[in-house]
Protein backbone atom coordinates (compact mmCIF):
# COMPACT_ATOMS: atom_id res chain seq x y z
CA UNK A 1 0.00 0.00 0.00
CA UNK A 2 0.88 3.39 -0.64
CA UNK A 3 1.09 6.13 2.23
CA UNK A 4 2.94 9.26 3.06
CA UNK A 5 3.57 10.00 6.59
CA UNK A 6 4.14 13.30 8.61
CA UNK A 7 5.27 12.55 12.18
CA UNK A 8 5.01 15.72 13.68
CA UNK A 9 1.71 17.42 14.27
CA UNK A 10 3.40 21.09 15.29
CA UNK A 11 6.86 22.21 14.68
CA UNK A 12 7.68 25.68 16.78
CA UNK A 13 11.11 27.31 15.75
CA UNK A 14 12.37 30.54 16.33
CA UNK A 15 12.22 33.48 13.36
CA UNK A 16 15.92 33.23 11.68
CA UNK A 17 16.74 29.83 12.99
CA UNK A 18 16.38 27.02 10.15
CA UNK A 19 13.55 24.48 10.47
CA UNK A 20 12.78 20.89 8.93
CA UNK A 21 9.36 19.46 8.40
CA UNK A 22 9.65 15.83 8.00
CA UNK A 23 8.13 13.30 5.65
CA UNK A 24 7.96 9.62 4.88
CA UNK A 25 6.77 7.85 2.46
CA UNK A 26 6.18 4.36 1.52
CA UNK A 27 5.38 4.06 -2.69
CA UNK A 28 5.58 1.11 -5.25
CA UNK A 29 7.37 2.44 -8.66
CA UNK A 30 8.68 6.03 -8.64
CA UNK A 31 7.95 8.25 -5.72
CA UNK A 32 6.71 11.32 -7.22
CA UNK A 33 6.73 14.16 -3.98
CA UNK A 34 5.31 16.73 -3.30
CA UNK A 35 5.45 19.77 -0.96
CA UNK A 36 2.04 22.27 -0.85
CA UNK A 37 1.84 24.89 2.07
CA UNK A 38 -1.51 25.66 3.04
CA UNK A 39 -2.70 29.54 4.75
CA UNK A 40 -5.72 29.61 7.17
CA UNK A 41 -8.68 29.90 5.23
CA UNK A 42 -6.94 29.29 1.43
CA UNK A 43 -6.24 26.59 -0.75
CA UNK A 44 -3.33 24.62 -0.94
CA UNK A 45 -0.53 26.11 -3.10
CA UNK A 46 2.70 24.36 -4.77
CA UNK A 47 5.56 24.63 -3.34
CA UNK A 48 8.27 22.07 -4.49
CA UNK A 49 8.19 18.39 -6.36
CA UNK A 50 10.72 15.92 -6.76
CA UNK A 51 10.41 13.52 -10.20
CA UNK A 52 13.45 12.53 -10.71
CA UNK A 53 17.44 13.75 -10.96
CA UNK A 54 18.93 15.52 -8.01
CA UNK A 55 18.14 14.76 -4.28
CA UNK A 56 18.22 18.27 -3.45
CA UNK A 57 15.27 20.20 -4.80
CA UNK A 58 14.60 23.82 -4.48
CA UNK A 59 11.05 25.36 -4.50
CA UNK A 60 8.81 28.46 -3.68
CA UNK A 61 9.83 31.51 -0.85
CA UNK A 62 13.30 29.65 -0.08
CA UNK A 63 12.14 26.43 0.57
CA UNK A 64 14.18 22.89 -0.62
CA UNK A 65 13.64 19.38 -0.01
CA UNK A 66 16.06 16.25 0.16
CA UNK A 67 15.00 13.39 -1.32
CA UNK A 68 16.08 10.10 0.73
CA UNK A 69 15.79 7.04 -1.19
CA UNK A 70 17.38 4.88 1.35
CA UNK A 71 15.22 6.47 4.46
CA UNK A 72 12.32 6.88 2.48
CA UNK A 73 11.94 10.25 3.67
CA UNK A 74 11.09 13.83 1.94
CA UNK A 75 12.29 16.27 4.43
CA UNK A 76 11.15 19.99 3.70
CA UNK A 77 13.77 22.78 4.94
CA UNK A 78 14.46 26.26 5.12
CA UNK A 79 18.00 27.78 6.20
CA UNK A 80 16.51 30.71 7.85
CA UNK A 81 12.77 30.81 9.12
CA UNK A 82 10.00 33.90 9.18
CA UNK A 83 7.63 34.73 10.90
CA UNK A 84 5.35 34.51 7.72
CA UNK A 85 6.33 30.81 7.03
CA UNK A 86 3.67 30.05 9.80
CA UNK A 87 1.27 27.81 7.80
CA UNK A 88 0.22 24.04 7.60
CA UNK A 89 3.02 21.83 5.34
CA UNK A 90 1.09 18.81 3.65
CA UNK A 91 3.79 16.10 2.30
CA UNK A 92 2.12 14.02 -0.94
CA UNK A 93 2.56 11.54 -3.17
CA UNK A 94 1.15 12.39 -6.94
CA UNK A 95 -2.08 13.75 -6.46
CA UNK A 96 -3.43 10.74 -4.20
CA UNK A 97 -1.90 10.27 -0.95
CA UNK A 98 -1.33 13.25 1.63
CA UNK A 99 0.18 13.24 4.81
CA UNK A 100 -1.90 14.15 7.99
CA UNK A 101 -0.22 18.05 7.74
CA UNK A 102 2.44 19.67 9.90
CA UNK A 103 1.90 22.81 11.43
CA UNK A 104 4.62 25.51 11.22
CA UNK A 105 4.96 28.21 14.14
CA UNK A 106 7.62 30.54 13.90
CA UNK A 107 7.50 32.57 16.42
CA UNK A 108 9.61 36.31 16.44
CA UNK B 1 -10.14 36.06 -11.15
CA UNK B 2 -8.75 32.87 -9.46
CA UNK B 3 -8.11 30.19 -11.90
CA UNK B 4 -9.91 27.41 -9.58
CA UNK B 5 -12.80 28.95 -8.19
CA UNK B 6 -15.84 26.73 -6.75
CA UNK B 7 -19.06 27.94 -5.37
CA UNK B 8 -20.58 28.06 -2.59
CA UNK B 9 -17.63 28.68 -0.32
CA UNK B 10 -20.17 28.07 2.63
CA UNK B 11 -22.52 25.79 3.58
CA UNK B 12 -25.17 25.12 5.98
CA UNK B 13 -27.43 22.14 5.78
CA UNK B 14 -29.63 19.30 6.80
CA UNK B 15 -28.86 15.78 7.07
CA UNK B 16 -30.62 13.61 4.09
CA UNK B 17 -30.13 16.78 1.67
CA UNK B 18 -28.55 17.30 -1.57
CA UNK B 19 -25.84 19.03 -1.98
CA UNK B 20 -24.13 19.92 -4.93
CA UNK B 21 -20.83 21.34 -5.05
CA UNK B 22 -19.16 23.24 -8.24
CA UNK B 23 -15.84 23.87 -9.61
CA UNK B 24 -14.35 25.86 -12.18
CA UNK B 25 -11.27 26.45 -14.33
CA UNK B 26 -9.70 28.37 -16.13
CA UNK B 27 -6.40 26.81 -16.77
CA UNK B 28 -6.68 24.77 -19.61
CA UNK B 29 -5.90 21.27 -17.52
CA UNK B 30 -7.27 18.03 -18.20
CA UNK B 31 -7.14 16.87 -15.08
CA UNK B 32 -9.21 17.75 -11.80
CA UNK B 33 -9.52 16.31 -8.72
CA UNK B 34 -12.26 16.74 -5.59
CA UNK B 35 -10.68 16.33 -1.98
CA UNK B 36 -11.79 16.01 1.55
CA UNK B 37 -10.10 18.02 4.52
CA UNK B 38 -10.18 16.76 7.92
CA UNK B 39 -8.31 18.16 10.80
CA UNK B 40 -5.19 15.68 11.60
CA UNK B 41 -6.33 13.74 8.71
CA UNK B 42 -4.40 15.65 5.33
CA UNK B 43 -6.61 15.71 2.81
CA UNK B 44 -7.97 12.63 0.88
CA UNK B 45 -8.77 12.03 -2.88
CA UNK B 46 -12.98 11.41 -3.58
CA UNK B 47 -12.73 11.61 -7.07
CA UNK B 48 -10.73 12.35 -9.96
CA UNK B 49 -11.41 12.53 -13.55
CA UNK B 50 -8.25 13.03 -16.41
CA UNK B 51 -10.79 14.24 -18.79
CA UNK B 52 -14.41 14.84 -19.71
CA UNK B 53 -14.93 10.69 -20.51
CA UNK B 54 -12.87 9.47 -17.34
CA UNK B 55 -14.05 9.66 -14.18
CA UNK B 56 -12.36 7.39 -11.14
CA UNK B 57 -13.32 6.63 -7.58
CA UNK B 58 -10.80 7.84 -4.79
CA UNK B 59 -9.86 6.69 -1.50
CA UNK B 60 -13.41 7.74 0.11
CA UNK B 61 -16.06 7.69 -2.94
CA UNK B 62 -18.80 6.22 -0.94
CA UNK B 63 -21.46 8.55 -0.57
CA UNK B 64 -20.25 11.17 -3.00
CA UNK B 65 -20.93 11.16 -6.72
CA UNK B 66 -19.21 13.24 -9.36
CA UNK B 67 -20.09 15.12 -13.05
CA UNK B 68 -17.73 16.39 -15.67
CA UNK B 69 -19.76 18.48 -17.45
CA UNK B 70 -16.81 20.40 -19.79
CA UNK B 71 -13.08 20.52 -19.24
CA UNK B 72 -13.56 23.24 -17.34
CA UNK B 73 -16.28 22.07 -14.55
CA UNK B 74 -16.26 19.16 -12.43
CA UNK B 75 -19.00 19.11 -9.83
CA UNK B 76 -19.32 17.05 -6.41
CA UNK B 77 -22.90 15.79 -5.50
CA UNK B 78 -23.75 14.75 -2.08
CA UNK B 79 -26.99 12.56 -2.33
CA UNK B 80 -28.28 12.44 0.78
CA UNK B 81 -25.99 14.61 2.95
CA UNK B 82 -25.12 13.00 6.66
CA UNK B 83 -22.80 14.84 9.78
CA UNK B 84 -19.74 12.87 9.22
CA UNK B 85 -19.75 14.32 5.56
CA UNK B 86 -18.94 17.69 7.28
CA UNK B 87 -15.93 18.98 6.32
CA UNK B 88 -13.65 21.34 3.83
CA UNK B 89 -13.74 20.00 0.15
CA UNK B 90 -10.97 21.46 -2.66
CA UNK B 91 -11.16 20.87 -6.18
CA UNK B 92 -7.54 20.59 -7.91
CA UNK B 93 -6.50 20.55 -11.51
CA UNK B 94 -3.21 19.59 -12.62
CA UNK B 95 -1.37 18.93 -15.87
CA UNK B 96 0.57 16.15 -17.23
CA UNK B 97 4.31 16.62 -16.92
CA UNK B 98 5.84 15.40 -20.15
CA UNK B 99 6.52 11.60 -19.69
CA UNK B 100 5.34 11.68 -16.26
CA UNK B 101 2.27 10.83 -16.09
CA UNK B 102 1.63 13.26 -12.94
CA UNK B 103 1.87 16.99 -12.01
CA UNK B 104 1.37 19.92 -9.03
CA UNK B 105 -1.61 20.78 -8.63
CA UNK B 106 -3.44 23.87 -8.27
CA UNK B 107 -6.44 24.22 -5.48
CA UNK B 108 -9.74 26.21 -4.93
CA UNK B 109 -10.06 28.45 -1.55
CA UNK B 110 -12.03 25.33 -0.72
CA UNK B 111 -15.84 25.00 0.30
CA UNK B 112 -16.87 24.76 3.80
CA UNK B 113 -20.21 22.42 4.00
CA UNK B 114 -21.58 21.60 7.20
CA UNK B 115 -24.51 18.94 7.73
CA UNK B 116 -26.52 19.56 10.42
Known amino acids: AQSVAQPEDQVNVAEGNPLTVKCTYSVSGNPYLFWYVQYPNRGLQFLLKYITGDNLVKGSYGFEAEFNKSQTSFHLKKPSALVSDSALYFC??????FGSGTKLNVKP | DADVTQTPRNRITKTGKRIMLECSQT?????MYWYRQDPGLGLRLIYY???????NKGEISDGYSVSRQAQAKFSLSLESAIPNQTALYFCATSDELAGENTGELFFGEGSRLTVL
Open chain 2, 49 to 55: SFDVKDI
Open chain 1, 92 to 97: AVREIY
Open chain 2, 27 to 31: KGHDR
